[in-house]
């Protein structure tokens, strides 16, 4: 799946690939060998679950000079994320099944990420340090990380976005639709922020649910859950090693001396076309 004449030229439509990380749904363009052809317009078109194609991330391959590619990441509403762990995982899974390397490397928004094949259908990637200090999560203020001043003492971590976590006693019962878009949009939070709602089963093991940023609910969120598991154990509440059970499933997130490992599985859909049609309308 690389058809550069047809990114160069896409008079002729596009071709896409449609993955999932647990749920988290993904449209994929490899541009690589030509400009990223995506605009915001474009993005937030394709974005469209009605007239378009939808996805919860749009992921962007172009060729990269110091890693196996370049990955770009838009969120539906338009906005770009310069980290998307479930994306990542599906694009290394790609890149490896282009190459036969079962170890590669991703640049991201966030730097460069090796990735490996874990065995079992599951790829693990390294998301990198999480960003510990207020003015690089970001947040407006210099606020304790640990214990926001907003109500329910959230944490904060930044994996390359923006995330604001919440310890609840029942996960299931949290209201997302309204908490989520308030937080989302809170002025501690200068360029807004995904927001997580975990519960701590025990120290090993999360159940978190998602509101994130660009305004959606999703069924996994792997930058998400790094930031989890960044939060809760700095909160002294579990080890650096927990399995996250998310509404689509599960993620294993180890926070090692060299980043946060986040291991899950992907999945492949289909390959579709973006029409000429489609995109002389945007
Ligand atoms: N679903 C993604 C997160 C996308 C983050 C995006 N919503 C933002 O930061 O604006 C993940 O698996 O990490």
Redesign the pocket.
Known sequence: MNPMNQVKNISNGLPFLKMH?LG?DFVIIDARGAESPVTQQMARAIGERHFGVGY??LAVLTDSLDADVDVA?W?SDG?T?D?????SRCVARLIMDETGDSSIVLRTGNGLLPAVDAGDGLISVNMGHPQLTWDTVPMSEDVDLNALPIEGAPGAAGMG?PHCVFVVDDAEGVNLETRGPAIEHHPLFPQRT?VEFIEIKNRNTIRMRVW???GMI?L?????ACAAAVVAHRKGLTERNVTIHLDGGELNIDWRDNGVWMTGPTALVFQGHLSPEFLAGI
């Not at 996994?220 to 998400?224: Q, R, T, V, Y």
């Open positions: 990380g988290n919860d991330q990441f969120n906005s994320a980290a998307c762990g479930n994306a976005n995904n994130e940023r660009g999703t996994a969120c792997g930058s998400g």
